[in-house]
């Protein structure tokens, strides 16, 4: 048999009808009368709902803040870690080179903590976003700048040897004593500046350039979330997380 409420009019569904109000105006439902709605003799609601009225139920007496909740959600704990140390010490009265005595102790290190309930955890808030990194890109550039000095020194005494055999000190050779190894010792650099280093360069700026864009539109988007994370409440009756109609943007 389809229910109505006695004051608004409105339909009522079976879950609505377990519910002590109606979901639609908050009055009391009266689950005694004949006609399976409920009277205007039952006890009545103020007519304005609170601000931070629950939705669905209509109420505020189980309604708490989302950000209070998580606050008080924390939980310092304090636990021992087990640390085993390990030792050998050799019998050096032995000619036995593998007459090695092995011992291990293990002590306990207390860790402090913080921990979440259940509750906490589902009403935590949102994460802050981190910035996007080029530090790899930096140290392979930054490698490529002075290793470059040592590669290129190794350059001119392999052409040297391709021609002149072994270096010697004591004969000098146009490439490794004249200025043809200047030539291709800088030449050598110069290349692998263009073809190598300035590309390089300009990936690690123009992703530096996309990393801080990226982390600008996520920073931006974290600070609307946390606004209405800060405005939310939660109803321990429904378990419903809402944000009041006046705080919502």
Request: aromatic content about 10%; proline content about 7%; charged content about 20%.
């Amino acid at each position: 048999m389809t229910k109505f409420c006695g004051h608004c009019g409105n339909q009522l569904s079976d879950e609505q009808q377990a519910l002590p109000f109606c979901p639609h105006c908050g009055n009391r439902l009266n689950p005694g009368a004949p006609s399976g709605a409920s009277t205007a003799s039952a006890p009545q609601l103020p007519a304005k709902k609170p601000v931070n009225a629950c939705p669905v139920c209509g109420l505020n007496d189980e309604v708490k803040k989302v950000s209070v909740i998580y606050e008080d959600g924390k939980r310092d704990v304090n636990f021992s870690v087990p640390v085993t140390e390990v030792h050998s010490e050799r019998n050096y009265l032995s000619d036995d080179p593998k007459d090695i005595r092995v011992t291990s102790t293990t002590s306990y290190r207390e860790v402090t903590g913080t921990n979440l309930t259940a509750l906490a955890q589902r009403l935590a808030p949102p994460a802050a976003p981190e910035e996007g990194s080029t530090c790899s890109l930096l140290a392979l550039e930054i490698f490529l700048w002075f290793g470059g000095f040592m590669g290129n020194a190794l350059l001119v005494f392999f052409v040297n040897a391709i021609f002149y055999g072994s270096y010697n000190s004591k004969e000098p050779t146009p490439i490794a004593d004249g200025p043809l190894g200047l030539v291709i010792y800088f030449g050598a650099y110069i290349l692998e500046f263009l073809l190598i280093i300035l590309p390089l360069h300009r990936k690690r700026v123009k992703q530096n350039k996309a990393n801080a864009e990226t982390f600008r539109r996520q920073t931006e988007l974290w600070r609307q979330n946390m606004a209405a994370w800060e405005a939310s409440y939660f109803c321990f009756r429904d378990g419903k997380i809402f944000i009041p109609k006046n705080d919502a943007s």
